[in-house]
């Protein structure tokens, strides 16, 4: 996997008829709230930072009609109200406080409140200019989840196969993924990408580990044109979120870990990078993701409704439900929820 932004719109443009739909979303909310995984828990376990529609909240049954209910997304599709989330970024000093690690935009979309994320739709293999056939949207309800928040050791990440971090020397570094925290100082940040799997079993909208219901092709990759299991008939596009952590101010080598180990630590207490994990929430309105991936586009000439980053930082901002210092500003003694680096 090693893309460049560059190849990535080359084969873009070299398949007439394939979508590739990518924007930036502002960041809603940061705070301990997690509706798939500890639904109806006040505070949930571990911080993440959140954005999409508004009408994200603690609980979000799956019967809930995300669409009708938020009255903004801080998505530039702004018939997208789905919720995307991962948990935050920490570094940890020699005095073992624990600090915030702040967000940047991606290229192109400066002024995104708190950096927020870039969001992909791929409905084909981006190594392969003919597709292999149309891919379905999500159904009204749909959720899941990827990646393992236990995993601390290669062997347990291998069970997936795009979770991976960049280490940033500019805004354009795509280089070089790895499944764990880069191990020197990145410049510009580091760059989490995660990829979802894309195949669905066609029925279940939900699963009890949010992942069950879903499979990875039977080899290989999505980008790979791997086919999708028997027990997973459905193909699905491939959901890819990006988020950059600005490191910039945590560089210097007189604050990293005196035995030689990275300074970053996950909010739940992953200090490997190996636990690097997301959730996804359907909620666009209508038939309108699909009416899209059954077009030939690119980016945010993918047609749809679509709003400035003023109007999507206007829907930024939601009430935190959690109220609590998350050490945006401050040297914490410990990761909110009581977490450690281990
Ligand atoms: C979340 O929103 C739904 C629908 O508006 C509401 O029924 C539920 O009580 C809310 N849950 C919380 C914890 O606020
Ligand atoms: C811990 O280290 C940080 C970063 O060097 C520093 O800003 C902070 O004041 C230190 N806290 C204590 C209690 O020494």
Redesign the pocket.
């Known amino acids: 996997m090693h893309w460049t932004t560059s190849t990535l719109v080359a084969l873009a443009f070299a398949s007439p008829i394939s979508a590739l739909i990518r924007f930036q979303c502002s960041q809603l909310v940061v705070e301990r709230l997690d509706p798939l995984v500890t639904p109806g828990q006040v505070p949930s376990p571990h911080v993440h930072q959140i954005v999409g529609g508004n009408s994200f909240n603690a609980t979000m049954a799956p019967s809930k009609d995300m669409p009708g209910e938020s009255t903004c997304t801080t998505c530039q599709f702004s018939e997208d109200f789905s919720n995307y989330w991962t948990a935050i970024l920490y570094f940890r000093?020699?005095?073992?406080?624990y600090?915030r690690v702040p967000q940047r935009s991606n290229a192109g979309f400066d002024g995104t409140t708190g950096g927020g994320m870039t969001v992909y739709y791929m409905t084909d293999p981006l190594y392969d200019s003919q597709p292999k056939s149309k891919v379905s949207a999500f159904k009204p309800g749909f959720r899941m989840f990827v990646g393992d928040i236990n995993a601390r050791t290669k062997e347990q990440a291998a069970r997936f196969r795009q979770l991976t971090y960049t280490c940033m020397e500019n805004a354009g570094s795509r280089e070089h993924e790895v499944v764990h925290f880069p191990q020197k100082p990145c410049s510009y940040g580091i760059m989490t990408s995660v990829r979802f799997p894309t195949c669905w079993d066609g029925v279940n909208l939900d699963s009890p580990d949010h992942m069950a219901h879903m499979s990875y092709p039977e080899s290989g990759t999505f980008e790979s044109a791997g086919p999708c299991p028997s027990t997973h008939p459905v193909r699905v596009s491939q959901v890819l979120f990006e988020v950059i952590w600005d490191t910039s101010k945590f560089n210097d080598p007189a604050?990293w870990p005196e035995d030689g180990s990275q300074p970053f630590v996950w909010s739940f207490g992953d200090p490997t990078g190996y636990a690097n994990h997301a959730d996804y929430v359907f909620g666009w309105k209508d038939d309108s993701l699909q009416k899209i991936l059954d077009t030939s586009c690119y980016a945010t000439s993918c047609g749809g409704k679509q709003q400035s980053i003023a109007e999507m930082n206007k829907c930024a901002g939601l009430k935190k439900t959690v109220d609590e210092d998350i050490g945006e500003d401050t040297?914490l003694t410990q990761l909110p929820g009581g977490h450690a680096a281990e």
């Open positions: 000093a020699r005095n073992g406080t600090k604050d040297w």
